[in-house]
């Protein structure tokens, strides 16, 4: 739904609590207590009809006798009488509640009868069957779970109340805190986008720990992750990795792409970092919070032990991490003032005897070394050197957790020893590790977040400037596919697609008859050493499953015998399969080439898919693939082919040439605006495709389409993630100046400092509601960087200057079809004339202009506001005189406006 009234819940300044009790081993009597007990500096109200006070506090019998509108309300009585409950406390006035009782699901009727009872006040509704709702900065425990959490900076969203209840267990002995915790339950109303919104821009919060079992509104919730990850890291430990995969359709794609390689493709486009376990999650959180995303991560290590030095270089070499070579420079120093015996190389073993002097140089050297990203510092116990004196010495380097600007991470090993040196270290913002794999570890994860938060800010297009396409061809081949009642594209019919997108595909000739077949393949050979002989039925997707495949044909005798051989074999294995002909194409030979694949998945829950990996007949077997969600750009392609075995032989190996990169992402970038540009297509197979270093050959292809989506416009409207909509930009002069009009990119937050200068006072007041100078980075990047799904901004720039000249910004509270508001920043004289339908992507409406907005005049003016306010207004604006609202949103909204612009 949207974030509207789960303030309430999230900041309440009273609490009634339904179904208290005396009884402290009722759930009640467990949630009385703890409110009591936890402090809760507001009003705490209790209602139970069988009890006149609860722990010597007045107990009132119904809603409708409380004293007070409580803000936000507990309610832990039994599951038939909670849709009464609500409905009460919606005219009560009440806005939120958390839903403990078990028992109300969708099969009983009482979920439905609950959201009934909410809708007509908006109440929302937290679970139910959860364990509740702590804020530690409030003091506010709102549960049954057996221990208060600590205040801290990390909220915890949990699908699991066991495992809720769990972790706050854990973090109080390893001293973390949380600023808030929240068990979702069965997710009624309130999911863990909605908290994720919330928790964007509170101060409060410092990263944001997730537990989840399922994702039940992926759009919804890969919107929500990738405006709220950009401000804050996301740690997710996600269950049920070792799901079956997919079950294999007609194209291979449909066994590769199990759905748990998708969530991990989703997570990494919505910049959050995945865990496997529930310790991972703090010690993720740990890295993540204290530092920025890194370019690279050569990683230096400096340890007064061999042998911890050897087991780090171990793990960094299981999750291929990267060891810095240290520079000749560094080297010389290190030599002037380490002992002869040291290892004269990365690992920098100091010594058993090392001092804290000793340790503090070679600190220091490494770090200033240009070859090292990141530092890490091993410390063996020895009879020598008390542990503590080292810790000092490293922690006094030290400035926010890093040395010369690079993290560092420490490893004190041992236990009675190192208890103290690991409290110097993190009184210094030093993190510390118990084992020399934590560490590692903790680099990976900074790794993983780094790759992911680069992806975030990548904005492919829908109109991708890497492909040259011919749509119409695509779509004359769909629709003749749809025509004759077809789902399964012929090979060649499949080939002409992609052969319409950017990718080659050998010449092929399709014969009816061994006869007709041996007068093609003569043709062919005239230019060609041999052909193939392939099967041609519209039954049949993997012709080799058959022996529907003939390889190094060499005379047009010896093709007519290879069909004839075909049609028997077929006859054999599959006598009902119809067979519709025969194809022939040139045999291609490339000695050092590469069999690929790429292919397109329709994953359930996160929708089209993209794959890239190792191909041929093995493709199954080998497994050497990875997914992604469309739409990609070239980077995001080069990242996808990266993440495979395959990826590493394709830059060449041995005597063997690197094969033609740009080529395959070129191909890469094509499937995906086929993708983009097609909502009918189901699954795509490019099985082999040859690549080497003159390039690439798709063999054969094999498309599955829904025929009744073939005049389906795009963008693809089932896309997890919004392509930038180019199809909106538009450009225009003015008095000799050339303006562009477009949505806005990440790209912009440039612009926006010197934008907002020129702004007056009372403009910025009026804008963010408060006087204001400076502007945070993160606010500017929530600014900036949209996914095109539930909000929408545009840019005013001057071609020449590259200067933005103004904004407009369209917010939607919620990614269902519901109105929203449109505001507009200018800061030049700017006349505009707007038709009154502007078709928003996001909420799929009308964004109906206000009619002083059409053919009027603005001078240095901001209108309204660009952020959400506190809270949020229920009052619909209504529709302009005139304005229709007729026309519904295709999947290819359209900004029909002109503009006209004059600079001070």
């Not at 009782?101 to 009934?116: H, K, P, S, V, Y």
């Not at 599955?704 to 919004?722: F, M, S």
Request: with cysteine.
């Amino acid at each position: 739904m949207t974030v509207r009234n789960l303030e309430y819940a999230f900041r309440p300044r009273s609490v009634a609590v339904f179904g208290a009790s005396d009884r402290g081993e009722t759930v009640g009597g467990v949630v009385a207590k703890n409110m009591l007990e936890g402090g809760f500096g507001g009003d705490v109200w209790f209602v139970n009809p069988k009890h006149a006070t609860v722990r010597s506090h007045p107990c009132y019998p119904d809603a409708r006798s409380l004293p007070g509108v409580p803000d936000f309300a507990v309610i832990a009585t039994p599951p038939n009488t909670v849709p009464n409950v609500v409905a009460d406390l919606g005219v009560k006035g009440c806005r939120a509640a958390v839903v403990i009782t078990a028992g109300i699901t969708r099969e009983n009727g009482l979920c439905q009868a609950m959201l009934d009872a909410a809708q007509p006040n908006l109440l929302r509704i937290i679970g139910p069957d959860t364990i509740g709702l702590m804020i530690p900065p409030l003091n506010l425990n709102a549960s049954f779970a057996h221990m208060a959490p600590k205040v801290g900076n990390i909220a915890l969203l949990s699908q699991s109340g066991a495992i809720a209840g769990s972790l706050v267990d854990w973090a109080a002995e390893h001293d973390v805190g949380f600023s808030c915790v929240v068990s979702l339950g069965d997710i009624a109303d309130v999911d863990a986008a909605d908290w994720l919104d919330l928790l964007a821009g509170d101060a409060h919060t410092r990263v944001i720990l997730m537990y989840l079992e399922s994702v039940a509104n992926p759009r919804k919730f890969i919107s929500a992750a990738r405006a709220a990850s950009r401000i804050k890291p996301i740690v997710v430990l996600k269950a049920g990795r070792h799901d079956l995969a997919a079950k294999a359709a007609a194209t291979h794609t449909g066994a590769l792409s199990g759905s748990d390689r998708v969530v991990d493709a989703a997570f990494f486009r919505a910049g959050i970092l995945r865990v496997n376990g529930l310790a991972d999650l703090f010690d993720a959180a740990e890295i993540t919070s204290r530092f920025s995303p890194l370019e690279g991560a050569r990683v230096g290590i400096v340890t007064n032990g061999g042998g911890a030095g050897v087991l780090a270089v171990d793990e960094l070499s299981e999750r291929s991490g990267s060891l810095a070579e240290l520079s000749s420079a560094t080297l010389r120093r290190l030599d002037a003032v380490l002992p002869p015996a040291w290892s004269h190389a990365n690992p920098v073993d100091i010594g058993g005897d090392a001092n804290a002097r000793r340790y503090q140089v070679a600190v220091e050297s490494v770090a200033n070394d240009p070859g090292t990203d990141v530092l890490m510092v091993f410390n063996c116990p020895t009879g020598l050197v008390f542990s503590t004196e080292s810790a000092v010495a490293v922690s006094g380097l030290a400035k926010n957790g890093m040395i010369g600007g690079k993290p560092v991470l420490a490893c004190w090993l041992g236990e009675y020893s190192a208890k103290e040196a690991r409290r110097i270290l993190s009184e210094k913002g030093v993190a510390s590790f118990e084992t020399p794999a934590d560490p590692v570890r903790a680099v990976a994860y900074l790794v993983d977040w780094s790759r992911a938060q680069r992806a975030l800010i990548r904005v492919p297009s829908s109109r991708s400037e890497d492909v040259v396409a011919d749509r119409g061809a695509a779509l004359s081949l769909f629709r003749k596919v749809a025509a004759q009642g077809r789902r399964l594209l012929t090979e060649p019919e499949a080939k002409a697609v992609v052969a319409a997108y950017g990718i080659p595909t050998p010449e092929t000739v399709v014969a009816e008859s061994p006869a007709q077949v041996a007068r093609a393949a003569a043709r062919l050979l005239e230019k060609s050493p041999s052909v193939v002989v392939k099967l041609l039925s519209r039954a049949v997707s993997h012709k080799s499953d058959v022996g529907g495949v003939v390889l190094n044909v060499d005379s047009a005798e010896a093709a007519r015998i290879a069909a004839e051989a075909i049609r028997r074999r077929v006859d054999e294995l599959a006598p009902k399969v119809a067979i519709d002909g025969y194809t022939v194409q040139p045999m291609v030979v490339r000695r050092w080439a590469q069999e690929l694949i790429l292919g397109v998945g329709s994953d359930p829950i996160f929708g089209p898919t993209l794959l890239f990996g190792a191909g041929g007949t093995a493709v199954d077997v080998l497994d050497d693939t990875a997914v992604a969600l469309p739409p990609l750009d070239s980077v995001l392609a080069g990242d996808l082919i990266d993440r495979t075995r395959i990826g590493k032989l394709l830059s060449g190996f041995r005597n063997r040439p690197p094969a033609d990169r740009a080529a395959i992402v070129a191909a890469l970038n094509g499937l995906s605006q086929i993708v983009v540009d097609f909502p009918c297509v189901v699954a795509v197979d490019i099985n082999p495709l040859l690549a080497d270093a003159r390039g690439l050959v798709a063999l054969d292809a094999r498309i599955e389409i829904d025929p009744a989506a073939v005049e389906q416009l795009g963008p693809n409207p089932k896309l997890a993630i919004r392509p930038y909509p180019a199809q909106w930009e538009r450009s225009f002069s003015k008095k000799g100046d050339r303006y562009q009009i477009r949505p806005i990119k990440p790209v912009d937050i440039d612009l926006y400092p010197d934008f907002l200068a020129k702004i007056s006072p009372d403009d910025i007041r009026l804008r963010f509601l408060a006087a204001r100078r400076a502007f945070p980075d993160e606010m500017l990047k929530r600014l900036t960087q949209l996914d095109y799904d539930r909000d929408m901004a545009f840019v005013a720039l001057n071609v020449e200057s590259k200067t933005l000249v103004g904004i407009a910004r369209r917010s939607s509270t919620s990614i269902r079809e519901v109105p929203g508001e449109t505001h507009f920043i200018v800061k030049a004289r700017m006349s505009a004339t707007v038709s009154p339908g502007l078709l928003d992507a996001s909420s799929r409406c009308h964004v109906m202009l206000p009619v002083s907005f059409c053919s009027c005049r603005f001078r240095t003016a901001m209108v309204a506001s660009e952020g959400p306010p506190t809270r949020p207004s229920t009052r619909r604006r209504s529709r302009p005189a005139g304005a229709s609202s007729q026309t519904p949103w295709n999947g290819t909204p359209r900004l029909a406006a002109t503009y006209s612009m004059r600079s001070r």
